[in-house]
């Protein structure tokens, strides 16, 4: 598969976190990040908008067992 780099603007505790993971956690991060992207991408050519797309996956999320607070915990911990 090609790759190319992007740019993106998330918070500075974001950013540290992912500076400081060891080689292996980058590649599965971004692996991650690239699975959600071409998702939401593939949502938008079918005409859901972002915000249809984010509701979904907060309805996922919540259905795997994340609530606010530990929400609020991963965010605190970064």
């Not at 992007?6 to 540290?16: F, K, P, T, Y």
């Not at 915000?51 to 609020?72: F, P, V, Y």
């Amino acid at each position: 598969m090609e790759t190319k780099t992007i740019n993106l603007q998330v918070s500075a505790g974001v950013a540290d976190a992912y500076e400081s993971a060891s080689a292996e956690e980058k590649r599965k991060l971004e692996a991650l990040l690239s699975s959600r992207l071409r998702e939401a991408v593939q949502h938008r050519k079918r005409g859901r908008s972002l915000e249809e797309i984010m509701d979904e996956m907060s309805r996922r999320a919540q259905q795997r067992g994340l609530t606010r607070e530990k929400l609020d915990e991963i965010l605190d911990d970064e």
